[in-house]
Each structure stands twice: as C-alpha cells, then as structure tokens.
C-alpha cells in the first residue's frame, strides 16, 4: 500500500476511534451533570431537646478501573447543624437480602422519622399509614447515612457496567467501600470517627466491608487506608451459605433453637407459667445446652434409649407447647413447622420473621415473604410512609419506583464464592480479620428474640466458635424480632446504640 493512502487509513481510523471516545466522553458527562441533589432544612427534638439538621439525599457515581462510571448508589444524609466545627462521628446504614434497600433502617427507631404502625405489632396492612418524628433519633451523637446498594433503592448500574460487577460477597463489598470513600471526601469527613450498621446479609456485608475500606494487596489490589470506630450488626447471621456444615454442627443449630421456640410458646400462653419468665428462660437455655443437645447426638448415632427418648420429648413439650405427636419422628423442630404447627388449633401461623405476628393457617400462598405473617403486615407500611417521607419531608420528585427489594435481578444472581476460596470463609473469618488490624474497633451484635429467619441461637453459637475477645464483641438479645426496634423495643435499642457510638468515638 503507498504511503500516502496509508497515512490516510491510519488518520480516518484514528478519527473514528477518538470520536468514538468523545461520544463516550460526552455521555458520561451528561450522566454526571444530572447528577440528583435534594438538600432540605429541619428541627427535631430528641430527648427533649431540639436538634437542627440537615437532609441530603444524592448519587455517587462509581467507577471502573478504566475510570468509566458503571453505577450510582443513592444516599440518604442527615448532617446535624455544627457551627462550632466539631468532630462528629458518622454511621453508615444498610439493610441485607442480599438485594434490599435501607428503607427498614431508615424507617426504625435511630432515624430522624419512623413509620407509625397501629398497633406496632400486629398491625394493619392497608391505608392510609403514618409517618412520625422519632425522638429516640441518634442524630444527636452522629450523623447518619443510609445507603441504597446498587440495585436498590433509587441506585442502578450505568453500562458498561453489569450485574456481575456488583451482586457478589466481593463485588458489593468493593463497590460500598468506594462509594463510602467518594462520601467522605465529598463531604469532608475523612477524621471522622466511622461506624458501620447492618441489618441482615447487612451483617455479613459489614463483616467483609472493612477490609475493602482498608484495602491492601491481596484483597481490592488498593489501598484506602479507611479504619472504623465501631461496627453494629442485627438480625445477625454470619455463616456462610456455602459452607457444608457436618451433622453434628446441624444439631448444634437445632439444639440452639429451642429458648426462641420456648419464648415464643410463653408469649402466646402455650405452656405452664408456674415459673417466673426469668426463671423458665434459665432452665430452658440449661436443658438446650446439655441434655437436649447430647440427646440430638445420642438419636442421631441412634444410641438414645426409648425411656430416655420419652424424657426429653415430654420436657420438649413443656418448653414448646406442643404435642408428643409432634416429635414422633424426630426431636428436631424446625423453625417453618414450629410456625405452622404452634396455633394450628387456632388456625393460625405465626410469623418466622417475628414469631408475634400471626395470620390464618389457610390459604396461604406460600411465597415466603409475602405470605409470611410479619413481613405482610409491616412491608406496605413502610413502603407507604417511605414515600411520604419523601414527598412531605424531603422535597424529593422522583417519579421511578423505589426497589425496596430486588430478589429476581439480584437476590437470585448473588456470587456467594469468594476470592479466598470457592466455599468462602465465614464472615468471622472476615471480623476477626479487622479487630486483628484495628486494636480500638469494638462490634455490637444484636438479635430477636422472636425471630426464626435469623434466629438469635445460631448467632450466639457462630459469635462463640469465632472466640471474639468478650471486651472487643458485645452481644445483645432484644425481646422483638428480625426487625428488633419493632414492639416496645425502640427506645432501649437507640439508647444502647447512642452509648455504644459514644464510648467508641472517645
């Protein structure tokens, strides 16, 4: 080819490709200058005392690393009124699914509103719904940011990014750890003293988060030098779903079970309240320890006597209220028959995300949410007073639905493997991990009494096998369910979070 029609091939390609790469350029701009800003002024009154903030709700734009925006994550900011400059902590906030939203967080009891449920347990599941001020807010010790993970909530990937980028233990960790750095320095807040909340997978997903904020060779390949001041976990679970967990372990599981079976028996007046509630919750946590679990393991090797067998169901009985009939086959109970089994005289099911809700045995049909007892009566006021919020509260005009949850494009997507290994570590491995690195980081755990889905036995026992260091991990247990702020449980839950916040930002 002569030179001179060669110099003209070259430069009509190297046209084409740079307008190609200007197009791109100019879409991303445009993508950015619509960037989502809503900043609204407000007075609260907590405790008593009146608070002024600030609500800031906007997108943070993600990048690859070829530095193309692939996705935006969508925050919700409430920045206390600081004239005097000081150095006021700030706490993360995300809900679990994997695949929901933080609309439940954001709603309970640490937020500047709450959803108004009547009754709070039990409640009515069709219009109209309440929104109210919550005085039991946490403003008052820290700024709050709640976080809609990509996907969720208003948050959505931006081609070229794709699913694969973000539905995966990794792929989320990394892709909050950047949103959460591009936050702090959008804000000037990197001398903060940092807090992470996380409800649900959220548990899991503030385990692994750390390290990601830490950065470092073998994990993100970056290093962001982001420590944390506490970490707060409810609806604990901390076991990976990967993990091939060995007959004896499964029995463990059971066996830790029995005292939420037992206090929800007691709440519904199933069994002889000749004891003081104190004093039946000892006796049944002693008897789940021992001899209930060394029965599991003496019928699983079939070593356990019929006499012996009959001792144990009928004390299983007395803690459980039900029926020897029940235990005819096994000693097990497992927590989606304990639910339909319980009031089925009464032709009732109970709830295994709170064990206090209850809706007709029959009928039912079977999705495991929307026909769940508490998810289908507290969902559709949240989602209600959610859109309240924004409409009355925060001057916000978005006219696209809000995905509070997104299992078919996430949930059902979600890599669970990890880059350690195909099965994954458990998220201990991961919190063990940070408290080595962060000598100061301490971690709040939490559970329901009440709730099945998470319940908090399996958390106990997983926390235990970690071998957390009892002046690092506290770990509390709330007479509510999954959602522990729910029933009278609210103000106790905020206020040992506010003394946690404090004690940490010392």
Known sequence: MPNIARF??????????????????????LVIKKTLFFSTKHTIDINGKPLNFTAIADEIFLKND??????????????????NKEVRPVVFVFNGGPGSSSIWLHLSSIAPWKVKLTPEINSSNVPPF???NNTNCLLDVADLVFIDPVGTGFSHIISPGTPQDFYGVDQDAESM??????????NNRWNSPKFLIGESYGSQRVSVLPRALMGGVTYSGVMRSITLNGIIMLGTTLESPLKKLTSDAKLERAASLLPTLAKTAWYYNKIDKTL????????????AEKEYLNALLQDNQQKLSTTEKNVIIDKLCKYTGLSKDFFSSTLEIAPKIFADSLLSKENL??????????????????DPVADDPSMARYVPGYTAAFRELLA????????????????????????????????????TDDLNVVLRRTPNLKVFIAGGSYDLATPVGYAKKTTEKAKFS??????????SGHMLYLGNTGKLFSDDLRSFILSCSK
Do not use: C, M
């Not at 091939?9 to 190297?14: D, E, G, M, R, V």
């Open 8 to 29: 003209f091939l070259i430069t009509f390609f190297s046209l084409v490709s740079l307008s190609l790469f200007s197009q791109e350029n100019v879409k991303e701009e």
């Open 66 to 83: 070829d530095n193309k925006v692939i996705a935006s994550v969508f925050s919700f900011s409430y920045i206390k009124q600081n004239k």
């Open 130 to 132: 309440g929104l109210e």
């Open 177 to 186: 750890a950047q949103f959460i750095e591009k936050w702090l320095i959008k």
């Open 276 to 287: 003081s509630y104190g004093e039946f919750q000892n006796e049944v946590s002693a008897f």
């Open 349 to 366: 099911q109970i709830g295994l995300y709170d064990t206090r809700y209850n809706l007709p045995l029959e009928h039912s049909g079977n």
């Open 392 to 427: 009355s509260k925060l001057n916000i005009d978005i006219q696209d639905p809000y995905k509070t949850i997104d299992w078919k494009n996430i949930s059902f997507q979600w890599q669970w493997a990890r880059k350690e290994t195909k099965e994954g570590p458990d998220f």
């Open 470 to 479: 009892p002046d690092r991990v506290i770990f509390k247990e709330y007479e």
